[in-house]
């Protein structure tokens, strides 16, 4: 076996790591870039802190132009940029998907109620991967890539695995990302599926500081 060196400062040795079974999955190769591992986030902080390959940043609200824009800029990898296809729809969806190639995102993600016609809009706009979120198995996937879908990326809680089969055993060759859900063993089942490319959702601040403010107050208490 090859082995890889591992360099951590001081410092920067105070990180999240994403677990090391998505090494399993093939990856998917844009642009140049090998991406495995995508962050699910939009904590900066958390994002120049996780050695993910690459950043996937959706959020519950109409997508702004400054948040895709701050996160591109922390980002010192590959950011998938979220620009709606549920609440936002239509024209506002293709023009923040042209902003998102504009600052350099590496693809933009279209939620699941994206209708085909606002798909084909922004194919016909942009350059940059288009991905769709898939939640169920009864997704017309074929629809989705005829359209212009790029990558699909599925998001179907404990189905997620049963759901990515379904889209392989269908499409042998069309890239997939997937949640790849809380352990090394859903992580495995679902690249196993046939994932190439699992999405993690890594811990918050607030959860990451309630384990070190507890660190410090043993510390304290043992004086």
Do not use: W
């Amino acid at each position: 076996m090859k082995y890889t060196p591992n360099i951590k400062g001081t410092l920067r040795k105070h990180m999240i790591e994403v677990p090391e079974v998505i090494q399993e999955a093939s990856g998917i190769r844009i642009f140049g870039k090998l991406i495995r591992s995508l962050a699910f986030t939009t904590d900066v902080a958390v994002i120049k802190n996780i050695n993910a390959d690459a950043i996937i940043a959706v959020y519950p609200f109409t997508p702004q132009p400054a948040i895709t824009s701050a996160i591109t800029s922390a980002a010192d990898v590959p950011v998938f940029c979220g620009v709606g296809g549920g609440r936002t729809t239509g024209k506002r969806v293709v023009n923040l998907a042209l902003d998102a190639e504009f600052e350099g995102a590496i693809g933009v993600v279209l939620n699941a109620p994206t209708s085909n016609e606002t798909i084909r809009a922004v194919r016909d706009t942009i350059d940059i991967p288009i991905v769709i979120t898939v939640v169920s198995e009864h997704t017309n996937v074929k629809e989705r890539l005829d359209a212009g879908a790029t990558i699909i990326n599925v998001s179907g809680a404990a189905k997620t695995p049963d759901i990515v089969k379904k889209i392989r055993d269908e499409f042998p060759l069309v890239p997939i990302i997937a949640t790849g859900g809380p352990t090394d063993e859903t992580i495995y089942a679902t690249i196993q599926a046939g994932a190439n490319a699992i999405t993690y959702t890594p811990p918050t601040p607030a959860e990451l500081f309630h384990d070190l403010m507890k660190k410090y107050r043993e510390e304290l208490a043992d004086g």
